[in-house]
C-alpha cells in the first residue's frame, strides 16, 4: 500500500538492501545483460549499480520497494515523454521495468542508460558558462515535462514547495538554530506565494547538484545529464526553478549572481511570466530553510538519508539569503530575465524629475565638489595600496575646501582602501550609493521633502517618509544625523529635523525601506541598486550643480574610435580604463586593483618613487636636446656600456626599440655593402618600415620581402630538436648556418642576423644552450653582422645575466645590441650600442641625429634606473622569483591538462595551452579566454604566440613569491571552473 504523498517517512526508509551477487543475477535474469564490471551508487530510496555488458555499453540497475511502483511507472513514461519531445535532453533512455522476489520481498526493478559524466557537487569550480547551460538544459526539460501526462503523479510529498509551512513546523524541534529558522519563516510571511497566478505544469522538482551531470575537467563543462525523476510534482512550474537555484546556490558567495544566470537561461528555455519571478525569492528561501532544517531532523533522529545532503553549507546558504534585500533579489532575477527590475523605482523617479524645484537641500552651505574616484588628484601624493595614506590625502582634500560643505557624489566608486577585483565575495562594495557631505560637527540637516519621521532605532540616522501623487511610498535616509524631531512627527520641507554628529552626512533616497540598504554596493549590483536607491544628487537642492558620477570609459573608448587607426589595439573583449598603478598593481577608475603580470615597460613597478622624483628634478632643471652638452647623458653613457662587453662602447640614443633596430640594420647594410637580412621565424622587431620588413610577426599580413630570409626557431617544444636533445642548441645554429650558406650561394650574402636573446612574440620561446655561439660562429665566418635585439629582454630580467644574450655564454659579443622599453621604465628612451669601429665606418654617412634621444630627463630617468637595479638587487629576484614562479606553474601542469610546457628565464616566461599534449594542437580560443577570466579575477596577462595561445607573463622585477602565488592560485581556479 502506498503511504500519503506527505510521509515524512519515505525518505527516511532507505533502500531495498541489495548485494552485488544479487545485482549481477537480477541484470542477468531480468534484462539479459551479463555485468562484466558492476559497482555500488548512491541513493537514497533506490539500490543503484553501475554496470557494463560485454559490448561496452553501461547501465543502472535500479532496485525500488515495490511501494514505489505506481511512482516508477509514471517515471518510465514521462521519460519516454521526454525522449519524444525533445531527443537530445541528456535524460536517461528506460531499457525495462520489472517486478521482482527478492528473498521474499517483493521489490521493482529497472534497467536505464548509463550518463556519463560526474555530479556537479563534485565540481568546486563552476563557470558562469555552466551555470547558464544548466539552466538552459533544465528549462528545457521543463518545457519537454509540461506536456506530458501527469496521471499517477503524486498530488504532494515531503519535498513539495506548497508544503513550506508544514514541513518547517515538523521541524522545528530538530533545528539548532531556531532564530535562523525564524527570521525565514517571518520573510515568507512578508511576501507570501501568490500560488493562484503561477502556471502550473509536471515538473522534475529536484534537479539538484546531485542529479545534475557534467563533462569531464579540462575542456568547456556542459550537461551531459539530468537524472532522478522521483520527486515529479505536478504543481507551479516556477518550483522547478527555485529547487535548481537553492541547489546551485549553495556554496557561493555571491547567490545573487549565480541565480541570475540560471534564471536568464531558464527563462530564455520556457519563457517565465513577471508573476513566476516575483515568487522565485521567497520561494527560493523556503526550499533552502526545509533543506536546513530536515538535515537538523535527520542527523537528531540518525535517520537514514543521503550523507551527501547532511552539510552545514545550507545553514550558511540560508543565512546568505535572508541578509539580502528581498526587494533586491527580486529585482536582480527580474533584471536577468528582460523585466523591469522595480517599478516603484521609476515612478519615484519620475515624480521626482516632475518636482525637483520643491526639493530642498538637506544642508544649507556653499557646496564643493571633492572627487573620491582612484582618478582623482586627492591620492597623488599617496600610495595607493596604503589605506591610510589614502583616508588621509582624502582628509587633506575635505580641509583644503572649508569653509565650504565638501560633497562626495552619488554612484562614484570610492578609492579609500586598495581591493583586487574580484568575481566573488571579495568584490569591494565601494560604489555610493548616496552623496556624502562633509560638513562641521553641529551642521543643521533639513528635510528635503514634506514628510513624516520614521523609527530609526537610534542609530544616528533620521529616516523621513514621503509619498508621489500616486501613493507610491519613498524615503530620504539621513546617516549621521542627530534627530531633533521625535518619530511619527510630520515635517515641512526645508525644516530642520537634526544635525550632523560626526563629520559625515550621507543622504540617500529610497524606493524601499531604508532599514537594509547599504551606503556602498558591489560595481556588478550597482545598476540593480539604483532602481531601489535612486540618484540622491536632488537632495543637494536644484541649485547645486553636482551631479551623479558616470564613468569614462564609454567616452575614452568612443574618442579612439573616432580618432585612433581601427586596428589601434586595445587588451580583452572589455577594454579597461586605468588611472593609477603602483609596483606591480594596476587600478581602474572603478578603483579596482589588478596584479599586473604583463608589463615589461615598468622594470621597476609602476611610479617608482625615485625615477619620478629623477624625471621630475630633471625637467625641473634642464631639459633640452643632446648637441648641447650636459654631463648626465655621458654619466648614464658610462654606466650604460659598463654592463655590456669591452668594444660595446659607442651610444647612439634614440626614443624606441623600433628605432634602434631600425639604425642597426641601416648601420649593418651601409658597412657591409649588403643588403640581405635573416631573421628568425615568428620573431617581431618593431613598427618601422624597415624593422616591420624584418618581423615575421608583422610582415606575415602583407607578404615577406624577398630580401629577408627567416630561419628555424629554435623551439624545443614544438620544433626538429626537443628538451630531450642535448645537442639542440647547435643543430638549431646549425639549420641558421644553412640559411647563411644558401645566400652566399645564390649571390646575396646576408648583411646582418637579427635576433631576440629570448623569443617575445615567437612564443616565449628560450634559447636552447649553445644556440648563439653556433650562429655567431656562423656569421663571423661570413662576414654577417649581429644584431642582439634586447627591446624586450635586456637589463636583468631572465636574471642569469644582465643582457639576455650574456645567458649563452660570457664570449658572446654581438656587433650591435639594442634597447627600449624597460631602459626608462615607462619613460620614451631607448639606444643602440655597437663599436667604435663600426660607429666610424658609418660616420661617412653623415650625422646622425635624434632631437629626443638621449635627452636630459631620459638620461636622469635611465641612470637612475640602473642605481635602483643593482641597490634593490632586482635582477637576482628576477632569478630566483621567475624560477619559483615556473615551478608552482609546473605543479599546475600535473593537474591540469590544458597546459603543455611552461618555460621561460628570469621574468620572462610562457604558459602553452594545447587541447591535446599528444597532439600539441592549440588551444587559442581557450587561452584569451582565460585571460579575460583572469582579468575578471584581477591578474593581468595576455596571449602571445604566433597562434596566441601562450600566456606571456614578464612582470615588473619587483615581482614578489606572493604575487606569484597569487597569480598561480587565481589561474589554478580559472583552469578548474573551465568555461
Known sequence: MVRPATDYRRITEGPPSVDADQAREIARRVHGIEAVTLSRLPGETDANYRISGPDGAQYVLKVASAAERGRIEVQDEVLRHVERTDPELPVPRVVGTADWDLGGEPVVVRLLTWVPGEPLISVSERSDELYTDIGAVAGRLAAAMATAPSVGVPESHYWDLRRTDAALEQCEPFVTDPELIGRARELLAAHPVRWEALPEALVHHDVNTLNVVVGERGRPRRTTGILDFGDMLHTARVADLAILLAALTRTTDRPLRVAALLTAAYHGSVGLTEDEVDALYPLLVGRVAVVAATTARLAQEGSHGDPRHRTPDTTRQLARLLDLPAELATATLREACGFEPYPPGDRVLSWLDANRAAIQPVIRADLALIQLDAASEVYDEADPRDEAELLAAVRTAV???????????????????????????????????????????????????????????????????????????????????????????????????????????????????PTAIPTHARRSEFDVWSRLVPDSSVLLGADSGITAWTPVLPTALAGRHQHLPRTHPTYFSTPINMVRARDCLFFDEDGRGYLDALNNVTLLGHGHPRLVEAAARQLRRLNTNSRFVYDVLTDYAERLTATLPDGLDVVYFLNSGSEANDLALRMSRYVTGRHDIAVIEHAYHGYTSLVSDVSPARYKRYGKPDWVHPTAVPDRYRGEFGYRDPDSGSKYAARAAEVFSELDTAGRPAAAFIYESLLAGGGQVVLPPGYLRGVHRAARERGILTIADEVQVGFGRLGEAFWGFQTQGEDIRPDFVTMGKAMGNGFPVSAMVTTREISERFDATGRFFSTYGGNPAACAVGLELLKVLEEEGLQENALTVGQYLRDRLGELAERHQLIGDVRGQGFYSGVEFVKDRETKEPASAETLLVCERLKDEGVLVYPTGPDWNILKLKPPLTFTETHADTFVETLDRVLERSW
Open 399 to 513: 580641509e583644503a575646501r572649508r569653509p565650504d560643505v565638501a560633497v562626495a557624489r552619488y554612484a562614484e566608486p570610492r578609492f579609500l582602501g586598495p581591493a583586487r577585483r574580484s568575481t566573488g565575495a571579495d568584490e569591494a562594495a565601494s560604489v555610493s550609493l548616496g552623496v556624502t557631505l562633509f560638513a562641521a560637527p553641529g551642521t543643521a540637516v533639513c528635510a528635503p521633502l514634506d514628510g513624516v519621521v520614521e523609527p530609526s532605532g537610534g542609530d544616528g540616522r533620521v529616516v523621513l517618509a514621503h509619498e508621489t501623487a500616486d501613493g507610491t511610498r519613498f524615503w530620504t535616509s539621513l546617516r549621521g544625523v542627530a534627530a531633533t524631531v521625535p518619530p511619527d512627527s510630520r515635517v515641512a520641507a526645508g525644516q530642520q529635523v537634526g544635525h550632523v554628529v560626526g563629520r559625515e552626512l550621507v543622504a540617500q533616497l529610497a524606493a524601499v525601506s
